[in-house]
């Protein structure tokens, strides 16, 4: 008798990440193992990006974090309505196996995927997988990213493509994991359009709920052989949050909250 495929997905959490999870449930029941990782604390978060883009930057991109999290408890009516009606599920999923761990780059991490043995890794909000980590991945590893790749790696790729005007691009890519930050090779990209009064709060329920069925697709092509990776092509940039000064001039000046 053959054995069902295990699929491990790993995540800190969320909402959309969950969706996501739980739309492999549905398909894979008790193949599914979650992987849960801590989040990453605001503190560590705002420092490595004060490293990289100075402090001032940093702050403002902090302050526009604390507006995306006030902004989900005032649509939270219209978020619960959206979900409802989509059939969302956005609580973590019952599975068989599960493993909680500080991050996807502590060594408890790899010590879990070995006692699962999974066929297959899938990422969803969860840390960048630093390359000595994904070497001792002892099979594929790919990752939803709610951006259309290359030109919208990094976070909030929905976002940035409304306020570069590329409203074609808004959705959601799903890749093979490599070294890069949303690098790798593509297996499945949805695009979709908007909810009407869709802002950066919303636009991940927006693209999580369109991008169910690829993902589960994605994972099933993956694990017959039949996937077909294909190179990103054309401009690649990796994206963060807007500084709260730069959200409120796109918003102000394009309409694009």
Same mark, same amino acid.
């Given at each position: 008798? %053959?054995?069902?495929?295990?699929?491990? /997905?790993?995540?800190?959490?969320?909402?959309?990440?969950?969706?996501?999870?739980?739309?492999?449930?549905?398909? /894979?029941?008790?193949?599914?193992?979650?992987?849960?990782?801590?989040?990453? +604390?605001?503190?560590?978060?705002?420092?490595?990006?004060?490293?990289?883009?100075?402090?001032?930057?940093?702050?403002?991109?902090?302050?526009?974090? !604390? *507006?995306?999290?006030?902004? &989900?408890?005032?649509?939270?009516?219209?978020?619960?309505?959206?979900?409802?009606?989509?059939?969302?599920? @956005? %609580?973590?999923?019952?599975?068989?196996?599960? !493993?909680?761990?500080? +991050?996807?780059?502590?060594?408890?991490?790899?010590?879990?995927?070995?006692?699962?043995?999974?066929?297959?890794? =899938?990422?969803?909000?969860?840390?960048?997988?630093? !390359?000595?980590?994904?070497?001792?991945?002892?099979?594929?590893?790919?990752?939803?990213?709610?951006?259309?790749?290359? &030109?919208?790696?990094?976070?909030?790729?929905?976002?940035?493509?409304?306020?570069?005007?590329?409203?074609?691009?808004?959705?959601?890519? #799903?890749?093979?994991?490599?070294?890069? =930050?949303?690098?790798?090779?593509?297996?499945?990209?949805?695009?979709?359009?908007?909810?009407?009064?869709?802002?950066?709060?919303?636009?991940?329920?927006?693209?999580?709920?369109?991008?169910?069925?690829?993902?589960? &697709?994605? @994972?099933?092509?993956?694990?017959?052989?039949?996937? +077909?990776?294909?190179?990103?092509?054309?401009? +690649? &940039?990796?994206? /963060?949050?807007?500084? #709260?000064?730069?959200?409120?001039?796109?918003? *102000?000046?394009?309409?694009?909250?």
């Amino acid at each position: 008798m %053959t054995q069902a495929p295990k699929i491990c /997905f790993v995540t800190a959490g969320g909402d959309h990440p969950w969706a996501m999870a739980n739309a492999l449930a549905a398909r /894979f029941g008790d193949g599914l193992a979650i992987v849960l990782e801590d989040p990453e +604390s605001k503190r560590r978060l705002v420092t490595h990006r004060a490293r990289r883009f100075g402090w001032v930057n940093a702050l403002g991109q902090l302050a526009t974090m !604390a *507006l995306i999290r006030f902004g &989900k408890r005032v649509q939270a009516g219209k978020v619960r309505r959206f979900v409802e009606r989509e059939g969302l599920v @956005v %609580t973590q999923p019952g599975t068989r196996e599960f !493993a909680h761990v500080p +991050s996807v780059n502590d060594s408890v991490f790899i010590e879990a995927v070995e006692r699962i043995r999974p066929d297959l890794v =899938v990422l969803a909000g969860c840390r960048m997988m630093r !390359a000595d980590v994904l070497a001792r991945v002892p099979c594929p590893v790919i990752n939803y990213h709610a951006g259309v790749t290359p &030109k919208y790696r990094g976070m909030n790729g929905g976002y940035w493509a409304l306020a570069n005007g590329d409203e074609d691009l808004f959705g959601s890519t #799903i890749h093979l994991v490599d070294r890069g =930050v949303d690098t790798g090779q593509i297996l499945a990209q949805t695009l979709c359009g908007l909810e009407p009064g869709d802002t950066i709060m919303t636009y991940p329920y927006t693209i999580a709920a369109a991008s169910r069925a690829a993902l589960v &697709k994605a @994972v099933e092509d993956m694990l017959s052989g039949a996937a +077909s990776p294909a190179a990103p092509t054309g401009e +690649s &940039k990796q994206w /963060f949050h807007p500084p #709260i000064w730069t959200y409120l001039w796109i918003g *102000l000046s394009k309409g694009v909250w």
